[in-house]
């Protein structure tokens, strides 16, 4: 009897310092996200500086998948306001537990056409349309909300076939197309570099796409303003800012390591 007893007070004692030390473990994790925004910020301050841009140019968008609403709610105490999300499932999840947070959700990550009716009114902006089957589809959902959706337009410009987007080559032909669609406002162009632990790697693929606005402002398609370029991550943001890009997606160097592998 006494035995059980002191077993199960043993239990108790040590359920209690896990409890402790995963709320030291949390406050730290929470400091270290309010530590990495600013660093971050910094760092897209001094390349803003050095190759003559103003640092409010650059829009910081924190990469938040995998991460847990806590952790959203750190950023969020540490100024950043704009977030992405690569999966529907997990944005819907998100925003229904931060709805009351003064934040703007972003997509990311490959949108499937039947997936398009749950975040539709949900984003601010969607960074991957690749199709014109897709901007179709979320054209129809917004004329049931009656207003535009802005999007940008995903350009391979890697010879890696496991990412998404249009060639760089019918780029053009799909933004006519898809600017007949008068719900559908297209705002710019994203990519993603190669995988690569160089960043100059991907200073080709980010080149090309900036030369391919410039080429598509030229044309003044009715309803195109190509006010951005979503391109660079944490591993290459710093040689995107310095190609023209107006939106960065940082997902480590803010939130850490991945407790799965994704993009960063």
């Known amino acids: 009897m006494l035995r059980a007893s002191a077993c199960a007070t043993w239990s108790l004692v040590f359920e209690l310092i896990l409890q402790d030390l995963s709320s030291i473990f ?23 500086r050095r190759c003559g841009r103003a640092a409010n140019d650059v ?27 690569n999966y529907v499932q997990e944005l819907l999840a998100k925003r229904e537990v931060l709805t009351q947070e003064p934040l703007r959700w972003h997509f990311i990550g490959h949108l499937q056409t039947n997936k398009v009716r749950s975040i539709v009114g949900c984003v ?25 959706v802005d999007i940008l337009i995903e350009v391979h410009t890697t010879d890696e076939a496991t990412k998404f987007g249009v060639a760089p080559a019918k780029t053009l032909d799909l933004i006519r197309e898809i600017a007949r669609l008068d719900r559908v406002s297209v705002k710019g162009l994203m990519t993603m570099g190669p995988f690569s632990d160089d960043p100059n790697d991907s200073r080709p693929a980010f080149r090309q796409l900036r030369e391919l606005r410039t080429r598509i402002e030229e044309e003044a398609i009715p309803g195109v303003r190509m006010e951005h370029l979503s391109m ?8 995107a800012i310095e190609e023209g890009a107006t939106i960065v997606r940082i997902g480590t160097a803010i939130f850490g390591k991945r407790r799965r592998p994704s993009e960063s």
């Open 26 to 48: 949390n406050i730290r994790q929470n400091e270290m996200v309010a530590e990495n925004l600013q660093i971050v910020r910094q760092r897209v301050t001094e390349t803003c």
């Open 59 to 85: 829009l910081l968008l924190a990469v938040s998948k995998t991460f847990s609403p806590e952790n959203v709610r750190e950023a969020i105490a540490g100024g950043q306001r704009d977030f992405g999300e």
């Open 124 to 148: 601010h902006l969607i960074h991957s349309v690749d199709s014109f089957r897709l901007a179709e589809e979320i054209h129809k959902r917004a004329e049931r909300l009656g207003r535009p």
């Open 232 to 239: 660079g991550m944490t591993h290459d943001f710093e040689v």
